[in-house]
C-alpha cells in the first residue's frame, strides 16, 4: 500500500466525479456522520469516505427512510501486500476481486466496504416517498 499515493489520487477527486445518480449523492451526504469509525480507518489508508470508486445500489429501495447500501468500493496505490481484511463495527473491509477498470494509471488495488445502513435525504432527492 503507498498510502501517499492514495492520499494524492483522493486530494484530486471533488464530489462532481463521482456518480451524479442520488443513490450516491445520498451515500455522500450521510455515510461519514453515519459511519464515522469506518472513515477514521479509511482516512488511516488515504482514503476520502465520502469520494467512492463505485458504490453497488440498494437492492430494495428506501425502507423506514433508510436504504441499505451492499457494499462501496474504494482505490487504494500501490500492492496489497500490507493490506489486512478487517471489520469495524458491522462493516466489513476487504479487497475485492470484482469491480469496474480503474482510470487510475499506477499499481493499485479496491477494496470493498459494506454493508451500509443509510438515511435517506427526503429533503435533498426525491425517492418517490
Given at each position: 500500500m503507498d498510502?501517499?499515493?492514495t492520499k494524492a489520487y483522493y486530494s484530486g477527486l471533488k464530489r462532481e466525479d463521482i456518480c451524479e445518480c442520488i443513490y450516491c449523492q445520498n451515500l455522500i451526504d450521510?455515510?461519514?456522520?453515519?459511519?464515522?469509525?469506518?472513515?477514521?480507518?479509511?482516512?488511516?489508508?488515504?482514503?476520502?469516505?465520502?469520494?467512492?470508486?463505485?458504490?453497488?445500489?440498494p437492492i430494495e429501495d428506501h425502507i423506514n427512510g433508510y436504504m441499505d447500501y451492499p457494499?462501496?468500493?474504494?482505490?487504494?496505490?500501490?500492492?496489497?501486500?500490507?493490506?489486512k481484511e478487517t471489520k469495524?463495527?458491522?462493516?466489513?473491509i476487504g479487497?475485492?476481486?470484482c469491480h469496474p477498470t480503474a482510470a487510475?494509471?499506477?499499481?493499485?488495488?479496491?477494496?470493498d466496504a459494506g454493508e451500509f445502513h443509510i438515511k435517506c435525504r427526503?429533503?435533498?432527492y426525491d425517492f418517490n416517498e
Open positions: 498510502i501517499e499515493k450521510e455515510i461519514k456522520q453515519s459511519y464515522p469509525d469506518v472513515a477514521e480507518y479509511l482516512l488511516s489508508l488515504g482514503i476520502n469516505i465520502e469520494r467512492p470508486f463505485e458504490v453497488l445500489l457494499s462501496v468500493q474504494y482505490l487504494i496505490a500501490g500492492n496489497s501486500d500490507d493490506f469495524i463495527g458491522d462493516t466489513k479487497i475485492s476481486d487510475y494509471e499506477g499499481e493499485h488495488f479496491i477494496i427526503y429533503d435533498k
